[in-house]
């Protein structure tokens, strides 16, 4: 069976360290064409993580995919996750720079296509039995026709990509229960949002593994650090900048999305 090429990267590595001890210069070339392609929504491009850069999908150095690179120095590295990117915008403008050589994919995607911001500013604004309402109709569109729009996208980054690792991530759960918020959504409708995330999840994870990717959960790594927990991860409702609700925090990129895919990796 073909060793992967992160396989193939993480021994090269450890040559490189042994080449540095003694000599043997050429064992670090190995790392030379190991390329990694991050796609996605507004989790993979940071927002809520700040310093972003001057385009509209507000990509950051302190993205999961950013830190990663950083840390393994991939010889290249290309980043079009997007804030906002449904499925069909990843088909339509995130793609372009996989190829046969990719030896890593990561994604966060399925979240808007379910309508997660309508489904919060439904929560945040109208009554508790109006929010569940909305979560289980986010939850029927998970069942009917998320899994197609997920097929097409994982289908497309096979076939650009055949010999990638592709590592799908989750999405945390929004709240810890019977937390420190006194104020805001009730119980009930925290416990319906943190169900619905699991309910996507799920989703993701199973077309994940019906195209041989590696699904990641995050939720393990955000226990602990959900919005009520008084050590947050993730940004409560923001008035001021609405647009960073509920995304992680610089913390929660760097505690929560990288150990996460690096383990997965």
């Given at each position: 069976?073909?060793?992967?090429?992160?396989?193939?990267?993480?021994?090269?590595?450890?040559?490189?360290?042994?080449?540095?001890?003694?000599?043997?210069?050429?064992?670090?070339?190995?790392?030379?064409?190991?390329?990694?392609?991050?796609?996605?929504?507004?989790?993979?491009?940071?927002?809520?993580?700040?310093?972003?850069?001057?385009?509209?999908?507000?990509?950051?150095?302190?993205?999961?995919?950013?830190?990663?690179?950083?840390?393994?120095?991939?010889?290249?590295?290309?980043?079009?996750?997007?804030?906002?990117?449904?499925?069909?915008?990843?088909?339509?403008?995130?793609?372009?720079?996989?190829?046969?050589?990719?030896?890593?994919?990561?994604?966060?995607?399925?979240?808007?296509?379910?309508?997660?911001?309508?489904?919060?500013?439904?929560?945040?604004?109208?009554?508790?039995?109006?929010?569940?309402?909305?979560?289980?109709?986010?939850?029927?569109?998970?069942?009917?026709?998320?899994?197609?729009?997920?097929?097409?996208?994982?289908?497309?980054?096979?076939?650009?990509?055949?010999?990638?690792?592709?590592?799908?991530?989750?999405?945390?759960?929004?709240?810890?229960?019977?937390?420190?918020?006194?104020?805001?959504?009730?119980?009930?409708?925290?416990?319906?949002?943190?169900?619905?995330?699991?309910?996507?999840?799920?989703?993701?994870?199973?077309?994940?593994?019906?195209?041989?990717?590696?699904?990641?959960?995050?939720?393990?790594?955000?226990?602990?650090?959900?919005?009520c927990s008084g050590d947050a991860w993730l940004h409560s409702v923001n008035w001021l900048n609405i647009g960073e609700s509920y995304h992680p925090t610089a913390a929660g990129q760097s505690g929560g999305y990288l150990p996460v895919l690096?383990?997965?990796?």
């Open positions: 069976m073909k060793m992967s090429r992160f396989a193939a990267l993480t021994s090269s590595l450890l040559l490189a360290a042994g080449a540095a001890l003694f000599g043997a210069g050429q064992a670090a070339a190995a790392t030379a064409d190991f390329g990694y392609v991050a796609l996605g929504d507004s989790y993979s491009s940071g927002v809520g993580a700040g310093n972003y850069d001057s385009g509209n999908c507000k990509r950051t150095s302190r993205a999961y995919p950013a830190l990663w690179a950083a840390a393994h120095s991939p010889q290249t590295f290309s980043f079009t996750a997007c804030s906002g990117a449904r499925t069909g915008d990843v088909l339509s403008g995130q793609l372009g720079p996989l190829n046969s050589g990719t030896d890593l994919v990561s994604i966060t995607i399925g979240g808007n296509d379910a309508g997660f911001s309508d489904v919060m500013t439904t929560c945040v604004l109208q009554s508790e039995s109006t929010c569940i309402n909305r979560v289980n109709q986010a939850k029927a569109y998970v069942d009917s026709t998320l899994p197609g729009q997920l097929d097409q996208v994982y289908t497309a980054i096979h076939g650009r990509a055949p010999a990638a690792h592709v590592v799908v991530l989750g999405y945390p759960r929004f709240y810890k229960l019977n937390g420190t918020c006194a104020t805001g959504l009730t119980e009930g409708e925290r416990s319906a949002i943190n169900g619905a995330a699991d309910y996507l999840n799920a989703a993701i994870a199973k077309r994940a593994a019906d195209h041989g990717f590696t699904f990641a959960s995050v939720a393990g790594a955000f226990t602990g650090h959900e919005i690096t383990n997965a990796a």
